[in-house]
């Protein structure tokens, strides 16, 4: 029924503030406020639309690969070097040009969304699940569980994250760590950023359940009986939503720097895996005569980051309705 | 006051132990690989291999050995030799600094001067063509890999290999007591490369800051004084919007000084990270172990600078 009173809307009726729902007046919910807003936001619409377009591209890769007429990523081939080595530039059946294996680069940067959206996606998943539970954890329980949890979280953030990577990368590079339940290359990444971004999810949601829990729905909850768990997963984590679903955006542009800074310095994916990061650590040594084979990585990486960046921003306006534009 | 900053002082040394005792678990116990083999390189026999292990003290239970390390660090700052070359770690370290500390404090002085200056003018106009251009900017510098500008800036202006000859290249490194002007003409792309993402944050915050302080009352008041605009914005706005930018900025230096090793590596400065680069491919674990403990003494310390700063500005915070 709601779906056909909000197809009878106005056309013009961008500021309504009520839906028409079979003659009675509802306000709208949350979600559709969010959303009403979210559309008109042009550039964020765009952002998602070119995810989105990331994530077909990293599913179908071989596809994609194989509809351009592209060569697979880890085909080398001595014919499009030159004689002293020097990898040919772009041309109609290399749009990016070749490395100096004889790759495509093309090929390999449409590969290497995968890598990318793994470690992006995946770590700030693991990430947000952690940050969550012990943000509520410290925020619902305060005293000495916060007190620790706090305290934990200062540990973290007092170590800067690309030693930490360079460190435990190069010491699990040879044979993984803890007798190989760590393996090198991706494993490690994820174990990494999980181990420490959870912290900024945790800090956010920590704040936000300390204000949570003094609201009057959580006193009226407690005093129809309901146990601690029930308020935590029935009253607070409902509201946790939408700002951890910001946050959680704007943490994986970040997640996708480290893992390609830490392939730039050689600890992350290796060879012949593509990344867009260790793609730039090969281009480095021929920069000045291959230019293509660093630029087209790193315009992949940057766009990738900005839509992020740009959908974040977009759902943290659309979200908090204080914010002007 | 005092006892707030003692206390703060005492969960300053805490924290530096935990992550000390941590560095140890990360690179004595986690990696598979063993140390004296590492350290023997190429004269693997037996023999040699279990002096070197006696001379490390591996033979040693592990709870010795991690008393022995944290007296080490804390009585005498000891970080231990390098497996590869044999030296000690706290001398590689203090020659490599120089040139790490002009790299970020450089740095710092340039996106703090340009972010502020971006910012202010950006929060003059909100929503106009330059606000929103330099906000655009700003988002896409923020996204962008820092060394990945590096190479693209190298690419253009370097004077060895570069499009458009201006600056010098990768390398080029002199120290300050040197040549100061070479040093200063060597450092200025790596500056801007690790300016930029920074400067564009502050831009951003400084933005969002001025334009809400520029709201409130006492604004109005200046204004109705008769003051001039130029007054007003910079004595009576900035003055108070800034504090969100000091709050980041110790935090922001000392996180550079550890994650300094993208730049450093890109210009090939013999900094720090240089160090902790060329470590890591010889597996060389205390001198990466010795960099990660400086760095998080710097964030430390510099965490403790900002509390106390803060404590003395707003009264509020200390009985919190």
């Keep these: ?324 534009r | 006051m005092a006892r707030y900053i003692i206390r703060r002082l005492i969960w300053g040394v805490a924290l530096l132990i935990i992550v000390s005792a941590l560095t140890f678990v990360l690179f004595r116990i986690l990696p598979t690989g063993d140390p004296a083999k590492l350290r023997a390189g190429r004269l693997q026999n037996p023999k040699i291999i279990a002096e070197i292990r006696h001379d490390l003290g591996l033979d040693k239970s592990l709870l010795t050995q991690f008393w022995l390390y944290m007296k080490g660090i804390f009585l005498h700052f000891d970080l231990g030799f390098s497996y590869y070359s044999n030296a000690p770690v706290k001398s590689l370290i203090s020659t490599r600094l120089p040139a790490t500390l002009s790299l970020v404090f450089g740095g710092a002085l340039l996106w703090l001067s340009t972010g502020l200056a971006v910012g202010i003018v950006s929060a003059r106009k909100p929503g106009s063509r330059l606000d929103r251009t330099s906000m655009g900017g700003a988002l896409v510098l923020v996204s962008a890999p820092e060394y990945w500008l590096g190479l693209i800036l190298l690419y253009v202006f370097a004077a060895d290999i570069g499009q458009v000859r201006i600056f010098p290249g990768a390398g080029s490194y002199v120290g300050l007591t040197g040549e100061p002007l070479k040093w200063f003409t060597s450092l200025i792309l790596p500056w801007i490369v690790v300016a930029a993402g920074t400067a564009a944050i502050y831009a951003r915050i400084m933005r969002g800051s001025l334009i809400e302080t520029m709201s409130e009352d006492y604004i109005r008041t200046a204004r109705a004084k008769g003051l001039s605009e130029r007054r007003v914005v910079l004595r009576h706005g900035v003055r108070a919007a800034i504090s969100p930018i000091i709050t980041i900025l110790g935090l922001d230096i000392a996180a550079l000084l550890g994650s300094s090793v993208l730049v450093e590596t890109v210009f090939d400065i013999p900094g720090i990270g240089r160090l902790n680069f060329d470590a890591i491919n010889h597996s060389d674990f205390p001198i990466v172990q010795g960099t990660v403990l400086l760095a998080a003494l710097f964030v430390v310390v510099a965490n403790i600078l900002v509390d106390i700063a803060y404590a003395y500005l707003d009264p509020r915070v200390r009985y919190s």
Excluded at chain 1, 36 to 45: E, P, T
Excluded at chain 1, 112 to 125: F, H, K, M, N, P
Excluded at chain 1, 199 to 218: D, N, P
Excluded at chain 1, 259 to 270: D, I, Q, W
């Design chain 1, 1 to 324: 029924m709601s779906a056909r009173g909000a197809e009878t809307l106005p056309s013009s009726g961008g500021n309504l503030e009520f839906l028409d729902i079979g003659g009675e007046i509802a306000a709208l919910s949350p979600l559709q406020l969010f959303w009403r807003r979210f559309r008109q936001d042009r550039v964020s619409l765009v952002s998602l639309g070119f995810i989105g377009f990331l994530v077909l591209l990293a599913i179908f890769a071989p596809l994609v690969v194989d509809i351009l007429g592209l060569p697979s990523p880890y085909t080398p081939n001595s014919n499009l070097t030159d004689s002293f080595g020097s990898p040919l530039g772009p041309s109609g059946a290399h749009p990016f040009g070749v490395d100096q294996l004889g790759e495509d680069v093309m090929s390999r940067v449409i590969y290497g969304t995968r890598v990318s959206l793994e470690v992006g996606i995946l770590g700030t998943a693991i990430a947000t699940v952690i940050g969550v539970v012990v943000g509520v954890l410290a925020g619902f329980y305060r005293g000495w569980v916060d007190t620790v949890l706090s305290r934990l979280i200062d540990v973290v953030l007092s170590i800067p994250i690309l030693l930490l990577g360079l460190g435990i990368g190069a010491a699990c590079a040879v044979r993984g760590c803890v007798n190989g339940t760590i393996q090198p290359g991706l494993g490690v990444i994820i174990f990494l950023i999980t181990l420490v971004n959870w912290t900024y999810i945790a800090r956010i949601v920590r704040g936000l359940v300390l204000s949570l829990r003094e609201r009057e729905f959580v006193d009226a909850s407690r005093a129809l009986g309901a146990s601690n768990t029930r308020i935590m997963f029935r009253e607070i984590l409902p509201n946790l939503v939408a700002p951890v679903i910001v946050y959680a955006t704007l943490l994986v542009p970040i997640n996708i720097l480290i893992e390609a800074s830490l392939s730039f310095l050689g600890v992350g994916v290796r060879p012949p895996t593509a990344s867009w990061g260790q793609m730039i650590a090969s281009a480095t040594p021929i920069f000045n005569t291959a230019w293509w084979y660093m630029t087209f990585p790193g315009i992949a990486l940057l766009l990738t980051v900005l839509a992020f960046n740009l959908l974040g921003d977009g759902l943290r306006d659309a979200l908090n309705p204080r914010t002007a």
